[in-house]
C-alpha cells in the first residue's frame, strides 16, 4: 500500500515536470512573436470576422438601405406636389380671356367701319392678352415638367425587384414587411395624386394653347386690316363730300355708345396694370419739382441778391408746376409700351393745357390768343380721335377742324412778320409748315380720303403742341440746371467747379438733339407707323453684310455701336479733363500735390479711351483676330509715315509716368517760356506772358532741353545788377542795399538774401544783389519794386549812378556851310551837346 502511494506520487511529479517543461516551451515560444507579427494575426481575425458577416445579412442591408431611399424619394415627390403647382389663378382667369377672345374676334368679323386707332388699340389688347397667355403657358410647362419627373420616379420604384426580396431573418423580416406595406400605401397615393395633376395641367395648357392659337390668329386679321386701311387710306375710299350719303358711316350715337364704353373699360385696364411705370412717372414730377424748389431755397439763404439769379431762370421759378407738368407728361407717354390713345390723349390734354398757362404769362398777347383758339381745336380733334368707328358727323367734323386751324394759323402770320419780338424761335416757319398740312387734310376729306385727312390733321395739331412742349423742356432744364449751379457756388460739391456759361452751348446742343429725336419718335406714333418704322430699321440694322463679298460679315448695328462707345468714352475723357481744366482759373495757388493729380489726368484720358475702344470691340461683336489685322495694319503705317505722331504718343506717356513737368508748371523750351496749361496725348500748351498759347509736341518736352522752374517748389532766384559811379563807399553802398533786402516781407529769408562787389569796369562799380522770391509768379512785380527802392534810397544817400556821356565830333573839312538854314541845323548838334549829355537817361551797365 505504502508501495502504491510511492508510485503514484512520483506519476504526479512527472507529470507535473512535463506540463511545466509544456507551458515553459509555450511561454519562450510566445515571447518569441514580434510585433508585427501580432498585428498581422489581429487584422486576419478582425477580417475573417467582416467576411463571415458580409456573408451572412448583405440582402438584409441591401432591402434596408433602398426602403431608407425610397421613403426620401416619396418625400421630396410631396414637396415637389404641394409647391408651385397652384393653378388657381389661372383656372380662374382663362374663362374670361376666352370670353375676351371670342368678343374680340365677333367685334372684328362684325365691324366694317373701324378706324385705324381702333384696329391698333384692338392690337394692343391682343398682345397684352397673349403676353400674359404667353407666360402662363411658360408657367404651366414648367409644372408639367415636374410631374413628368415624378411619375418617371414612382415608375421606377414599381419596377425595383429588391423590393421583392424576403429577409431569412423573421425578425427582419416582419421589420421588412412593415415598411414595404408603408413604402406601397405612399406610392400608390402619391402616384394617384401626381396622374390627377397632370391630366389637369394637360387640360389647361391646352385650353391656353387654344387661346393663345385664337389670338395669334385675330393678331393676323388684324394686321391684314390694318394693310387694307392704308391701302384703302390711299385711295377714295368713301364718297366726296358733296355727295356724302348716310350709309357710308356708322350711326353716330351708336358710334358714340361703343367709344365711351370701349375706351372706358380700356382706362381701367390701364390704370390698373404698370404700377411701377405710374410710379416712376410720379417720380419724375415730384423729382423736378423739388429739385427746383431745393436749388431756390439754397439760393435764397446762400445768395444776397437772388433775383438777380432767378431773373434768368423764369420759367421754374415763376411757374414751377406748370414746368413739371409739361416735363413729366411729354416724358412719361414713352415709359409705357403701346397705351391705350385714351391714356395718351389723357395725357396730351394735361400737357397742352400746362403750355397753355405759360404762354398765357410769358408769351405776346396775339401768340397766346392764337394757341387759346388752337387748343379748343385741339380738343374736338382728341375727341374726334377716340372714335372707334367712322361716322358722317366726324368726317364733318374733321373738315372743320382743319379749316379753323389753317384760318386762325393765316391770321397770325403777318403779326409774326410784323413784330417777330417775343414769339417763339421758328414760329413762322412752323405755322407755314401747319398751314400745309391743315390744307392737305381739307383736300383728302373733301375728296374722300377721310382716313389719311384724320392721320394728317391729327398728327399736325399734335406735333405742333408737341414741338413747343420740347422748346419748353430744353428751356426749364437749362433753367433748373443753372439754379443747381447757381445753389453751388459757396459749396465744395462736384456742380460748384462748373462753369455754366462754358456748360450752356454744349449742353443746349445735347438736349436739343434728344428733344429732336424724341418728337420724332411721336411723330411716328401719331401717324401709327411706329411699329412699322422700328422694324424696318431693326431689320436694317441687323442684316449681315459681307466686304466685296468677302468672309467678314458685319452689321450696321455693331458699327453703330462701335462708333457710340468710342465717342462716349471720349466725351468721358474731355469731362475730366473740363472738370481739372475748371481749377485750372486758381492754378496760382496750386501746390504740388494739386499739380500732379491734373498732370495724371492724362493718364486718365488714356485709359478711358483704351478701355472705351476694347469695351466697342466687345459690345460690337468685332472678332479678335480682325482687330489683330487691324494693329497689324496700323503698325506697318507706323513704320511708313507715322513715326512722329508715334512719337509724340509715347513721349506723352513717358511724361505722364515720369512728371519731369507737370500742369502748372513754368518752363523754357526752345527760347519759349510760359506756363502748362494742358499736357494733351499728342502735345502739349504753354501759356506765354503776352497771352499767347502755343502748342508743343511732347517729342520736343522729351527730346529738348527743358527748364523747369517749379519741378519742386515756386521758389526763384533773382539776380540784380547795380551799377554806381566811382568814389562811392562801398560798404555804405553794400549795407544801403542790404537794407533794401531786409525791409520787403516777401523777400525769402533762407536762403537769405546778400549783395556781393561785382566788377569794376572802366566808368562803374558793379554790385551783384542776390535774392530769392518766394512766389515765381510775382517776382516781375517783386524785382521792379526792389529797383525803385534802390533808386531811391541811393539817391537820398548822394550816391551817384553812373552816366554815359556821347560826344559827337564832326572833322572840320565836312562842315561845308551852303546857306545859312543848313548851316543852323547843323551846327545846332554841336552847340547843344552839352544840354544833350545832361538831358541823356541814365544807363544800367
Same mark, same amino acid.
Given at each position: 500500500?505504502h508501495?502504491?502511494?510511492?508510485? @503514484?506520487?512520483?506519476?504526479?511529479?512527472?507529470?507535473?515536470?512535463?506540463?511545466?517543461?509544456?507551458?515553459?516551451a509555450q511561454t519562450k515560444?510566445k515571447?518569441s512573436r514580434?510585433?508585427?507579427?501580432?498585428?498581422?494575426?489581429?487584422?486576419?481575425?478582425?477580417d475573417?470576422?467582416?467576411?463571415?458577416?458580409?456573408?451572412?445579412?448583405t440582402s +438584409?442591408?441591401?432591402?434596408?438601405?433602398?426602403v431608407e431611399y425610397?421613403?426620401?424619394?416619396?418625400n421630396?415627390?410631396?414637396?415637389?406636389?404641394?409647391?408651385?403647382i397652384?393653378?388657381?389663378?389661372?383656372?380662374?382667369?382663362?374663362?374670361?380671356y376666352?370670353k375676351?377672345?371670342?368678343?374680340?374676334?365677333?367685334?372684328?368679323?362684325?365691324?366694317?367701319?373701324?378706324?385705324?386707332?381702333?384696329?391698333?388699340?384692338?392690337r394692343?389688347?391682343?398682345?397684352?392678352?397673349?403676353?400674359?397667355?404667353d407666360?402662363?403657358?411658360?408657367e404651366?410647362?414648367?409644372?408639367?415638367?415636374?410631374?413628368?419627373?415624378?411619375?418617371?420616379?414612382?415608375?421606377?420604384?414599381?419596377k425595383?425587384?429588391t423590393?421583392?426580396?424576403?429577409?431569412?431573418d423573421?425578425?427582419?423580416?416582419?421589420t421588412?414587411l412593415?415598411?414595404?406595406?408603408?413604402?406601397?400605401?405612399k406610392?400608390?397615393?402619391?402616384? @394617384?395624386?401626381?396622374k390627377?395633376?397632370?391630366v389637369?395641367i394637360?387640360?389647361?395648357?391646352n385650353? +391656353?394653347s387654344?387661346?393663345?392659337?385664337a389670338?395669334?390668329?385675330l393678331?393676323?386679321?388684324?394686321?391684314?386690316k390694318?394693310?387694307?386701311?392704308?391701302?384703302?387710306?390711299?385711295?377714295?375710299?368713301?364718297s366726296?363730300?358733296?355727295?356724302?350719303?348716310?350709309?357710308?358711316?356708322s350711326d #353716330?350715337?351708336e358710334?358714340l355708345s361703343?367709344?365711351?364704353?370701349?375706351?372706358?373699360?380700356?382706362?381701367s385696364?390701364?390704370?390698373?396694370?404698370?404700377?411701377?411705370?405710374?410710379?416712376?412717372?410720379?417720380?419724375?414730377?415730384?423729382?423736378?419739382?423739388?429739385?427746383?424748389?431745393?436749388?431756390?431755397?439754397?439760393?435764397?439763404?446762400?445768395?444776397?441778391?437772388?433775383?438777380?439769379?432767378?431773373?434768368?431762370?423764369?420759367y421754374?421759378?415763376?411757374?414751377?408746376?406748370?414746368?413739371a407738368?409739361?416735363?413729366?407728361?411729354t416724358?412719361?407717354?414713352? !415709359?409705357?409700351d403701346?397705351?391705350?390713345v385714351v391714356?395718351?390723349?389723357?395725357?396730351?390734354?394735361?400737357?397742352?393745357?400746362?403750355?397753355?398757362?405759360i404762354?398765357?404769362k +410769358?408769351?405776346?398777347?396775339?401768340?397766346?390768343?392764337y394757341?387759346?383758339?388752337?387748343?379748343?381745336?385741339?380738343? !374736338?380733334?382728341?375727341?374726334s380721335n377716340?372714335?372707334i368707328?367712322?361716322?358722317?358727323?366726324?368726317?364733318?367734323?374733321?373738315?372743320?377742324?382743319g379749316?379753323a386751324?389753317?384760318y386762325?394759323?393765316?391770321?397770325?402770320?403777318?403779326?409774326?412778320k410784323?413784330?417777330?419780338?417775343?414769339?417763339?424761335?421758328?414760329?413762322g416757319?412752323?405755322?407755314?409748315?401747319f398751314?400745309l398740312?391743315?390744307?392737305?387734310?381739307?383736300?383728302?376729306?373733301v375728296?374722300?380720303?377721310?382716313?389719311?385727312?384724320?392721320?394728317?390733321?391729327?398728327?399736325?395739331v399734335?406735333?405742333?403742341?408737341l414741338?413747343?412742349?420740347?422748346?419748353?423742356?430744353?428751356q426749364?432744364?437749362?433753367?433748373?440746371?443753372?439754379?443747381?449751379?447757381?445753389?453751388?457756388?459757396?459749396?465744395n460739391? !462736384?456742380s460748384s467747379?462748373?462753369?455754366f456759361?462754358?456748360l450752356?452751348?454744349?449742353?443746349r446742343?445735347?438736349?436739343?438733339?434728344l428733344?429732336s429725336?424724341?418728337w420724332v419718335?411721336?411723330l411716328?406714333?401719331n401717324?401709327s407707323?411706329e411699329d412699322?418704322v #422700328?422694324?424696318?430699321?431693326?431689320?436694317?440694322?441687323?442684316?449681315n453684310r459681307?466686304?466685296?463679298?468677302?468672309?467678314t460679315?458685319? @452689321?450696321?448695328q455693331?458699327v453703330?455701336?462701335f462708333?457710340a462707345?468710342i465717342?462716349?468714352?471720349?466725351?468721358?475723357?474731355?469731362i475730366?479733363?473740363?472738370?481739372?481744366?475748371?481749377?485750372?482759373?486758381?492754378?496760382?495757388?496750386?501746390d504740388?500735390?494739386?499739380?500732379?493729380?491734373?498732370?495724371s489726368?492724362?493718364?486718365?484720358?488714356?485709359?478711358?479711351i483704351?478701355?472705351?475702344f476694347?469695351l466697342?470691340?466687345?459690345?460690337?461683336?468685332v472678332?479678335?483676330d480682325?482687330?489683330?489685322?487691324?494693329?497689324s495694319?496700323?503698325?506697318?503705317?507706323i513704320?511708313?509715315?507715322?513715326?512722329?505722331?508715334?512719337?509724340?504718343?509715347?513721349?506723352?506717356?513717358?511724361?505722364?509716368?515720369?512728371?519731369p513737368?507737370?500742369?502748372?508748371d513754368?518752363i523754357?523750351?526752345?527760347?519759349?517760356?510760359g506756363?502748362?496749361?494742358d499736357?494733351?496725348i499728342?502735345?502739349?500748351?504753354?501759356a506765354?506772358?503776352d497771352?499767347?498759347?502755343?502748342?508743343?509736341?511732347?517729342?520736343?518736352?522729351?527730346s529738348h532741353h527743358?527748364?523747369?522752374?517749379?519741378?519742386?517748389?515756386?521758389?526763384?532766384?533773382?539776380?540784380?545788377?547795380?551799377t554806381?559811379?566811382?568814389?562811392?563807399?562801398?560798404?555804405?553802398?553794400?549795407?544801403?542795399?542790404?537794407?533794401?533786402?531786409?525791409a520787403?516781407n516777401?523777400?525769402?529769408?533762407?536762403?537769405?538774401?546778400?549783395?556781393?562787389?561785382?566788377?569794376?569796369?572802366a566808368?562803374?562799380v558793379?554790385f551783384?544783389?542776390?535774392?530769392?522770391a518766394?512766389?515765381?509768379?510775382?517776382w516781375?512785380?517783386?524785382?521792379s519794386?526792389?529797383l525803385?527802392d534802390i533808386?531811391?534810397?541811393?539817391n537820398?544817400?548822394?550816391?551817384?549812378?553812373?552816366q554815359?556821356?556821347?560826344?559827337l565830333i564832326?572833322?572840320?573839312e565836312t562842315?561845308?556851310i551852303?546857306?545859312? @538854314?543848313k548851316e543852323?541845323?547843323t551846327?545846332?548838334?554841336?552847340?547843344t551837346?552839352?544840354?544833350?549829355?545832361?538831358?541823356q537817361?541814365?544807363?544800367?551797365?
Amino acid at each position: 500500500m505504502h508501495k502504491l502511494y510511492r508510485v @503514484t506520487a512520483y506519476c504526479l511529479l512527472l507529470v507535473t515536470l512535463f506540463s511545466g517543461a509544456d507551458v515553459w516551451a509555450q511561454t519562450k515560444k510566445k515571447k518569441s512573436r514580434s510585433v508585427r507579427d501580432s498585428l498581422r494575426a489581429a487584422i486576419l481575425s478582425r477580417d475573417s470576422m467582416m467576411r463571415a458577416l458580409k456573408r451572412s445579412d448583405t440582402s +438584409t442591408n441591401n432591402l434596408l438601405q433602398k426602403v431608407e431611399y425610397y421613403t426620401s424619394a416619396f418625400n421630396q415627390i410631396k414637396a415637389n406636389l404641394s409647391k408651385k403647382i397652384d393653378t388657381v389663378d389661372i383656372s380662374a382667369q382663362l374663362p374670361r380671356y376666352e370670353k375676351s377672345v371670342g368678343v374680340i374676334k365677333s367685334l372684328i368679323d362684325n365691324d366694317k367701319s373701324s378706324t385705324l386707332r381702333y384696329l391698333y388699340t384692338i392690337r394692343d389688347v391682343l398682345t397684352r392678352l397673349g403676353d400674359k397667355l404667353d407666360g402662363w403657358q411658360d408657367e404651366l410647362a414648367d409644372i408639367n415638367s415636374k410631374m413628368i419627373q415624378n411619375q418617371n420616379d414612382l415608375n421606377a420604384i414599381s419596377k425595383d425587384s429588391t423590393l421583392k426580396i424576403l429577409p431569412a431573418d423573421s425578425s427582419l423580416a416582419t421589420t421588412f414587411l412593415i415598411q414595404k406595406i408603408a413604402i406601397d400605401s405612399k406610392y400608390h397615393r402619391l402616384d @394617384t395624386v401626381n396622374k390627377k395633376l397632370m391630366v389637369k395641367i394637360g387640360l389647361l395648357q391646352n385650353r +391656353t394653347s387654344s387661346v393663345y392659337i385664337a389670338i395669334l390668329d385675330l393678331k393676323d386679321q388684324i394686321d391684314q386690316k390694318i394693310r387694307d386701311f392704308g391701302e384703302r387710306a390711299l385711295s377714295a375710299e368713301y364718297s366726296n363730300i358733296w355727295s356724302m350719303k348716310a350709309s357710308e358711316g356708322s350711326d #353716330f350715337k351708336e358710334a358714340l355708345s361703343k367709344t365711351a364704353t370701349m375706351n372706358s373699360k380700356l382706362f381701367s385696364f390701364f390704370i390698373g396694370r404698370d404700377i411701377l411705370t405710374h410710379l416712376s412717372g410720379l417720380l419724375v414730377l415730384l423729382g423736378f419739382l423739388a429739385w427746383v424748389y431745393s436749388s431756390r431755397k439754397k439760393i435764397l439763404k446762400a445768395n444776397d441778391t437772388p433775383d438777380a439769379v432767378f431773373n434768368q431762370a423764369n420759367y421754374v421759378i415763376l411757374y414751377p408746376i406748370a414746368s413739371a407738368l409739361i416735363i413729366a407728361f411729354t416724358l412719361v407717354p414713352n !415709359f409705357y409700351d403701346h397705351p391705350p390713345v385714351v391714356v395718351l390723349e389723357t395725357f396730351f390734354v394735361i400737357l397742352i393745357a400746362a403750355i397753355l398757362y405759360i404762354s398765357w404769362k +410769358t408769351c405776346p398777347k396775339p401768340l397766346f390768343n392764337y394757341l387759346l383758339l388752337l387748343f379748343i381745336i385741339t380738343n !374736338f380733334y382728341c375727341i374726334s380721335n377716340l372714335f372707334i368707328q367712322v361716322t358722317n358727323a366726324d368726317r364733318i367734323a374733321v373738315l372743320l377742324l382743319g379749316l379753323a386751324s389753317a384760318y386762325i394759323s393765316i391770321r397770325l402770320l403777318p403779326v409774326i412778320k410784323k413784330s417777330p419780338e417775343g414769339f417763339l424761335p421758328y414760329t413762322g416757319i412752323v405755322l407755314k409748315i401747319f398751314i400745309l398740312l391743315q390744307i392737305a387734310s381739307f383736300l383728302c376729306n373733301v375728296f374722300g380720303r377721310f382716313s389719311l385727312a384724320k392721320i394728317i390733321g391729327v398728327t399736325a395739331v399734335h406735333n405742333l403742341w408737341l414741338a413747343m412742349a420740347m422748346y419748353y423742356i430744353v428751356q426749364m432744364l437749362m433753367e433748373a440746371l443753372f439754379l443747381q449751379l447757381e445753389a453751388s457756388k459757396n459749396s465744395n460739391n !462736384f456742380s460748384s467747379y462748373i462753369d455754366f456759361q462754358l456748360l450752356k452751348n454744349k449742353f443746349r446742343s445735347v438736349l436739343t438733339v434728344l428733344a429732336s429725336l424724341l418728337w420724332v419718335v411721336m411723330l411716328t406714333q401719331n401717324l401709327s407707323v411706329e411699329d412699322t418704322v #422700328f422694324d424696318h430699321i431693326e431689320a436694317f440694322l441687323t442684316t449681315n453684310r459681307s466686304i466685296g463679298g468677302t468672309n467678314t460679315v458685319f @452689321t450696321f448695328q455693331s458699327v453703330i455701336i462701335f462708333i457710340a462707345v468710342i465717342w462716349l468714352s471720349s466725351i468721358s475723357s474731355k469731362i475730366i479733363s473740363y472738370l481739372y481744366d475748371v481749377s485750372a482759373k486758381h492754378r496760382h495757388d496750386m501746390d504740388v500735390l494739386k499739380k500732379k493729380n491734373r498732370t495724371s489726368t492724362l493718364l486718365i484720358r488714356i485709359g478711358v479711351i483704351a478701355v472705351g475702344f476694347f469695351l466697342a470691340v466687345a459690345a460690337s461683336g468685332v472678332p479678335i483676330d480682325k482687330i489683330t489685322i487691324i494693329i497689324s495694319a496700323f503698325g506697318i503705317g507706323i513704320g511708313f509715315g507715322l513715326q512722329n505722331i508715334v512719337n509724340n504718343l509715347v513721349s506723352g506717356l513717358i511724361l505722364a509716368f515720369e512728371k519731369p513737368i507737370q500742369v502748372g508748371d513754368i518752363i523754357e523750351v526752345d527760347s519759349r517760356s510760359g506756363t502748362i496749361l494742358d499736357i494733351g496725348i499728342r502735345a502739349s500748351k504753354i501759356a506765354t506772358a503776352d497771352g499767347a498759347e502755343v502748342i508743343i509736341p511732347n517729342g520736343d518736352l522729351i527730346s529738348h532741353h527743358v527748364i523747369n522752374w517749379t519741378l519742386s517748389n515756386n521758389n526763384r532766384r533773382v539776380e540784380l545788377i547795380i551799377t554806381v559811379a566811382y568814389g562811392a563807399d562801398i560798404e555804405k553802398v553794400k549795407s544801403l542795399l542790404k537794407g533794401v533786402l531786409d525791409a520787403h516781407n516777401d523777400i525769402m529769408q533762407i536762403p537769405e538774401p546778400s549783395v556781393l562787389l561785382h566788377n569794376l569796369t572802366a566808368g562803374s562799380v558793379d554790385f551783384r544783389v542776390l535774392f530769392w522770391a518766394a512766389d515765381i509768379n510775382t517776382w516781375v512785380g517783386l524785382k521792379s519794386q526792389i529797383l525803385a527802392d534802390i533808386y531811391n534810397v541811393l539817391n537820398k544817400a548822394g550816391i551817384q549812378l553812373p552816366q554815359q556821356d556821347v560826344h559827337l565830333i564832326w572833322p572840320e573839312e565836312t562842315l561845308v556851310i551852303s546857306n545859312p @538854314t543848313k548851316e543852323k541845323a547843323t551846327t545846332g548838334i554841336k552847340d547843344t551837346d552839352d544840354d544833350a549829355k545832361s538831358d541823356q537817361p541814365d544807363q544800367d551797365q
